[in-house]
């Protein structure tokens, strides 16, 4: 189920801004490869052209190949819905669908596949709550409105709900980010036990985050406002945290910039 | 040597004492507003109780029942029945037309067009809603009512077996359906507007969690911005619903007043309260005019009744959106 990402120089803009330039590298399936770098440096732009998402913002645009287990994403008669469906994205600020019950959002993603089966739809939400660890916390409430649990709470729905249509790929944007440190222990934990099924890329701006859930990272890098971001370094989570080969990757995984 | 004030000097510092008469001030002046407006909405009520009065006494209950209008003639007839029954016939017949046209156009100037497209869009319905209502009046009669009766005249032919699509004397023209049809235009703007605004409150974060699922276009809108912008669009209608049903000169100029409750809309007749009070004030007698007094203090009720049932509406699916169920 886990698939294998290879970029091929990936370029992205929004409209004339140039926001990533000649990106190309491997993601590895069964693993967590961690993005990371300062503020504007194009890392989230890179994660959302992993799903053709990018592209949803007006005027943006993207060069370059993305090849999941060699199938190019962005390769002529490729239904951007369709790559969708198979990667999943989790996003900064929890987003569940307000007005949506908690079963609902969990069911959201099946149901665009045609899946109509109460019984089916039941052991899905089930599963797909399981997993993001929230079964035990809202099995009583499933109909319930999503936009009434907490943030935490929150997220790992949007978590269940992307799982629940049994992706290839998760995409993680800064999961943790707008959370509290109990809410963040019980994400990464959780993407601990995910990673043994999925593929999966998270973007952060904690470094121990980084260094705690990933096995891989990646550092981007901007040369100066109003240039694009680059990718500078990528390599083992371990090595890139303690003798990386480029200063730039040094100077700011000891925090003397960014 | 300069020393600190005492502490409780401080703490009564003049700069404080002048937030708390800003303070006075602007409460003084919202409560004021607020009273005003219960004030003047008991003044209209009284007012309209008050001379409606004397209209009731002399027609009695059939007041509601009546379908005539002869309140000068001796003994006076007249009754509200068929004028409320032509309010909200034309009205709802409106409402069935633009609603689906109003919530489409709304959706395509914010999620569909492009930003600019959208913004332009935008203006084009704002300008419909700055047209006098006169001036729908007058297109309507002499421009949108003979080119609606082709349309009529086929529907009456091929599924005139439906009451509502039914002409029996095989004329058309000035009906209720062809007031409904320049009630609907009028009330559009107001719909789309408020609908496109509602859509625009939609946190963008929204849509793209359902795009990320994979959900097409149309699949967004159904699942991330429909849902939470129910109550607004229900508000927005019934401030459509609200203005066709006060609407009075458009409605006076198209319609060939009648005074029968009939469902068959296509046929000429009909009429509303409003466009009723326009058309025979200036001829009225005194019982005349308490009656037609009587008739606006129906048109009060009603609409004070939809905007109620809007506000319930709107308070039960915000509840619903906030998790409070």
Redesign the interface.
């Known amino acids: 189920m886990a698939k294998r990402i290879d970029v091929e120089d990936l370029n992205a803009w929004y409209g004339s801004f140039h926001a990533v330039a000649d990106v190309s590298m491997t993601i590895e399936p069964k693993q967590v490869t961690a993005l990371i770098g300062p503020s504007g440096c194009g890392k989230s732009t890179f994660l959302r052209a992993l799903?053709r998402?990018h592209e949803?913002v007006?005027g943006a645009r993207v060069s370059g190949q993305v090849l999941l287990d060699g199938q190019d994403i962005y390769g002529e008669g490729v239904d951007a819905?369709?790559?969708?469906?198979?990667i999943?994205?989790v996003?900064q600020?929890p987003?569940?669908?307000?007005?949506?019950s908690v079963r609902d959002n969990v069911a959201?993603?099946l149901k665009?596949?045609g899946v109509r089966k109460k019984s089916e739809l039941d052991d899905v939400v089930e599963r797909s709550l399981t997993m993001a660890g929230l079964w035990d916390e809202v099995s009583h409430r499933l109909d319930?409105?999503g936009?009434?649990l907490s943030g935490g709470q929150q997220q790992r729905l949007?978590i269940a709900?992307?799982l629940a249509?049994e992706p290839e790929v998760l995409l993680m944007d800064e999961p943790c980010s707008s959370l509290d440190p109990i809410s963040t222990l019980r994400i990464e934990d959780l993407i601990g036990e995910l990673k043994d099924r999925y593929t999966i890329v998270i973007v952060t701006h904690n470094m121990q985050e980084a260094a705690r859930v990933s096995e891989t990272t990646a550092f981007f890098n901007i040369a100066g406002a109003g240039e694009p971001g680059r990718l500078i370094e990528m390599g083992p989570t371990t090595k890139i945290f303690t003798k990386p080969d480029d200063t730039r990757t040094e100077d700011y995984i000891t925090g003397r910039f960014g | 040597m300069t020393v600190a004030a005492p502490a409780s000097e401080r703490l009564a510092s003049r700069s404080t004492r002048e937030v708390r008469r800003g303070d006075r001030i602007f409460r003084g002046l919202s409560v004021g507003s607020g009273l005003a407006i219960l004030a003047i909405i008991v003044a209209i009520a009284v007012f309209l109780v008050w001379k409606a009065l004397p209209a009731f006494h002399t027609s009695g209950l059939r007041f509601f029942t009546q379908t005539a209008w002869f309140p000068d003639a001796r003994p006076a007839r007249f009754g509200v029945a068929a004028l409320a029954f032509g309010t909200v016939l034309s009205s709802v017949v409106a409402l069935v037309l633009v609603v689906p046209v109003a919530i489409g156009a709304a959706l395509t100037l914010t999620e569909l067009a492009?930003?600019r497209l959208g913004v332009f869009g935008g203006y084009v319905v704002d300008v419909l809603a700055v047209v006098p209502s006169v001036v729908y009046g007058l297109w309507g009669v002499y421009y949108l009512v003979p080119k609606l009766i082709p349309m009529q005249r086929w529907l009456d032919h091929n599924a005139g077996f439906v009451p509502l699509f039914q002409s029996r004397n095989d004329t058309f023209g000035r009906s209720v359906f062809a007031a409904s049809a320049v009630l609907a235009i009028m009330v559009l703007p107001i719909i789309a507007a408020i609908s496109r605004e509602v859509f625009r409150q939609v946190?963008q974060?929204?849509?793209?969690?359902?795009?990320?699922?994979?959900?097409?276009r149309w699949?967004t809108i159904r699942?991330?911005v429909l849902?939470?912008s129910?109550s607004g669009v229900v508000g927005a209608v019934m401030l459509g619903f609200g203005r066709a049903l006060g609407e009075t000169i458009a409605v006076a100029l198209v319609l060939a007043a009648s005074f029968n409750v009939n469902f068959h809309v296509f046929e000429p007749g009909g009429n509303t309260i409003a466009a009723n009070i326009a058309t025979k004030f200036g001829e009225s007698g005194v019982t005349g005019r308490e009656a037609l007094i009587a008739s606006g203090l129906v048109l009060f009720v009603i609409t004070l009744g939809v905007n109620m049932a809007a506000r319930g509406v709107v308070y039960r699916s915000t509840r619903?959106?906030?998790?409070?169920v």
């Open positions: 799903n998402m949803v007006r819905v369709a790559v969708r469906r198979s999943g994205m996003f600020r987003n569940p669908f307000p007005t949506m959201a993603g665009l596949n319930r409105p936009g009434g949007c709900r992307a249509v | 492009p930003r946190p974060a929204n849509r793209e969690a359902a795009l990320a699922l994979g959900a097409t699949e699942m991330a849902p939470p129910r619903i959106a906030e998790g409070k």
